[in-house]
């Protein structure tokens, strides 16, 4: 449905004799039937107060008139009375599916899902919301998580429904693959292929997908070692690990993240950089990677080239509020005040409860030859400068109030 449509509940004459689907219609009950904007007419088409249907079923948990709700069983017995009702739209909506129309399609399946669920019609949802999510992803990342997530939902749903489903148990495997939760992929294959029975693709394919989560698990595993060797002060033990499987996945850009990581956090800070120079790509947009060159840089001598890199890491990264703590230390102390403080802006801007920022405006007041302006600073703070004998030596809080005073800042 366009923007330009709209659902408007209607009422049949009294007395009238109307029949849709076998059910003879009841004049006290509201019928949606689905308008546009350039709907003026009065006359109304049954197969309007069909769409109507449909649209009112599909938006049944939004409906805020509540008649979907109260005339739920009413409305389905209309739709349902036709033949082949449930198989006709599902057949629609694998068209809409084909055309990418997935907005009309998602409208058809959510009403059918209402109207006589089914394992089909939540696989078909959830491929829909995919659909939606892979359009969304290069543009709109809110968008693309919402979606996402209601792949999710509609299969975690259908699981409910149909607990003992083979294809639904395949694609909550797929969807949890294609995530990195292999874990959970793994469960759900595992289900899967012991109860499908049938040699076909589909199952070599699930086959072959539990394979790459095991190796997946295996990696993550290896991988967290490393991490609990490190954090726990055992570096030796660590770096020797970190290179062992940096050798072994044939020096694969995560395992020289992880081995120059190690290194670094070891204070091995020379064999850090170069391990990750190693890997330095122009088209890499890892925040992570390119704050453990910049502390490796730093720590071997090279300070503006630090600093570049960890400009990168906050540019990419500007979620993370510690690219910036870092950089607003690093220009703190190569006497690089304008910078330090465009760095502490940022980091305000990402999180102004961030832990570090008191101590670190105190340390730039403490060595720039000016004093940090906090940003956005209520109005009830300002100094006011005016000039004013009477508005000075009165009792008023001037700083609240500069309507009398010919200064106003707050403006």
Same mark, same amino acid.
């Given at each position: ?126 491929? @829909? ?21 209601? @792949? ?37 294959? *595992? ?60 020096? $694969? ?21 170069? @391990? ?42 500007? *979620? ?7 950089? @607003? ?11 330090? $403080? ?15 920022? *008191? ?53």
């Amino acid at each position: 449905m366009d923007n330009k449509s709209y659902i408007e509940y209607i009422k049949i004459p009294p007395g009238s004799s109307v029949i849709m689907g076998g059910v003879r219609l009841n004049p006290e009950i509201p019928l949606p039937v689905l308008r546009s904007g350039n709907d003026n007419t009065s006359d109304v088409e049954l197969s309007a107060i069909k769409t109507g249907i449909i649209y009112a079923l599909s938006h049944y948990a939004s409906d805020s008139k509540g008649f979907a709700h109260k005339y739920l069983d009413y409305y389905k017995s209309i739709i349902l009375g036709e033949e082949n009702a449930v198989l006709n739209l599902l057949t629609a909506a694998k068209v809409r599916i084909e055309k990418k129309d997935y907005d009309n399609a998602e409208t058809l399946l959510k009403a059918i899902s209402i109207l006589m669920p089914n394992e089909e019609t939540f696989i078909l949802l959830s491929a @829909v919301y995919a659909y939606k999510a892979a359009e969304a992803q290069k543009t709109n990342i809110e968008d693309y998580e919402a979606y996402d997530n209601l @792949v999710f939902e509609t299969l975690k749903a259908a699981r409910a429904m149909f607990p003992q489903s083979s294809d639904i148990a395949y694609e909550l495997a797929s969807f949890h693959f294609r995530e990195g939760n292999f874990v959970s992929s793994a469960e759900y294959l *595992d289900e899967f292929i012991a109860s499908y029975k049938t040699e076909d693709a589909r199952l070599k394919n699930a086959k072959k997908m539990r394979s790459k989560a095991a190796e997946a698990m295996e990696k993550e595993d290896e991988y967290a070692e490393v991490y609990d060797l490190i954090m726990t002060d055992r570096f030796d033990e660590g770096i020797k690990k970190a290179l062992a499987l940096y050798e072994k996945y044939n020096k $694969e850009y995560q395992y020289a993240l992880l081995y120059g990581w190690a290194l670094r956090v070891s204070r091995k800070f020379e064999e850090a950089r170069n @391990v990750l120079l190693s890997c330095l790509k122009s088209d890499n947009t890892d925040a992570l990677f390119y704050n453990e060159l910049a502390m490796s840089e730093w720590e071997v001598g090279s300070k503006e080239l630090a600093k570049v890199y960890m400009k990168t890491a906050e540019d990419l990264d500007r *979620d993370n509020p510690s690219y910036s703590s870092n950089l @607003v230390l690093m220009n703190l102390y190569t006497s690089d005040y304008e910078n330090a $403080e465009k760095s502490l802006y940022n980091l305000i801007e990402t999180d102004d409860k961030d832990p570090m920022i *008191d101590s670190l405006i105190k340390e730039f007041n403490a060595s720039a030859p000016y004093k940090f302006v906090y940003p956005n600073k209520d109005k009830d703070e300002h100094e006011c400068d005016c000039h004013d004998k009477e508005h000075i030596q009165s009792d008023e809080h001037h700083h609240s109030d500069h309507t009398h005073c010919d200064c106003h800042k707050h403006d």
